[in-house]
């Protein structure tokens, strides 16, 4: 079967270190991917996408890279802060009709929990 | 510009009761989501609507129904709420197909 999953549940950093995320799909016709931080109590927040075509993106913080070949996706936080202690959820849109409706409907992996310790 | 609004946030009911989550996004999307929220289990989806008009089954629909009673909002009624539906509801909406979907703060609802 399909799935998005990720390496590790729980992720601990220093204040101030590098965070990398992981994220496996098993869809090699996924042509959308999210990430999501979601805070306690919260829901999720988008934080940066990924199209198919392209390999890397970056944001304030953050990156994604994409490697199709191994059908992987990771977030990578700089300089990560308490306020990024969430968990984080990547997402793919499988590209293709699913659970008998539109294309468009994401699947989610069970996500990571990142603490940063000060 | 609120995004998504859901009412009510917490929610406590004995089994057999039925109740009306509420969820309005006031960005102009076409698309609207229910997932519910279980430890380990990730976003599962409950129901969607492509559009206004239109409403499909996801992945867990038993015991929920759905109403898009407009553009801007997207109901799920539980007729009588069961111990299993004991969880945290999401509602999302999403304009076209590209797939970035905006969630609303959650539902917390516990069936006695």
């Known amino acids: 079967g399909e799935s998005v999953g990720l390496h590790l549940p729980t992720l601990s950093v220093q204040e101030g270190d590098n965070s990398i995320i992981n994220c496996a799909y098993s869809?090699?016709?996924?042509?959308?991917f999210i990430w999501y931080k979601q805070e306690s109590g919260k829901g999720p927040q988008f934080i940066i996408d990924?199209?198919?075509?392209?390999d890397k993106r970056q944001g304030q913080r953050v990156t994604v890279l994409l490697n199709k070949t191994v059908k992987h996706l990771s977030l990578q936080i700089a300089a990560t802060q308490p306020g990024d202690s969430a968990v984080y959820f990547c997402?793919?849109?499988?590209?293709?009709?699913?659970?008998?409706?539109?294309?468009?409907?994401?699947?989610f992996g069970k996500g990571t929990k990142l603490s940063v310790k000060p | 510009n609120a995004g998504v609004t859901q009412t009510p946030k917490f929610q406590v009911l004995k089994t057999g009761q039925s109740m009306t989550l509420q969820c309005a996004q006031d960005?102009?999307?076409?698309?609207m989501y229910w997932y519910r929220q279980d430890p380990g289990m990730g976003l599962r989806l409950i129901y969607y609507?492509?559009?206004?008009?239109?409403?499909d089954k996801g992945e867990v629909p038993n015991g929920y129904n759905v109403s898009r009673l407009n553009k801007r909002e997207f109901s799920l009624r539980l007729e009588s709420a069961a111990p299993s539906q004991t969880s945290v509801y999401f509602c999302?909406?999403?304009?076209?197909?590209?797939?970035?979907?905006?969630f609303g703060p959650g539902t917390r609802l516990t069936v006695l």
């Open positions: 997402a793919e849109n499988p590209g293709r009709r699913n659970y008998g409706g539109s294309q468009g409907n994401l699947i």
């Open positions: 990924i199209r198919s075509n392209m």
């Open positions: 999302a909406s999403k304009l076209d197909l590209r797939g970035l979907q905006f």
């Open positions: 609507s492509a559009s206004e008009g239109t409403t």
């Open positions: 869809n090699s016709a996924s042509d959308y």
């Open positions: 960005m102009n999307h076409n698309s």
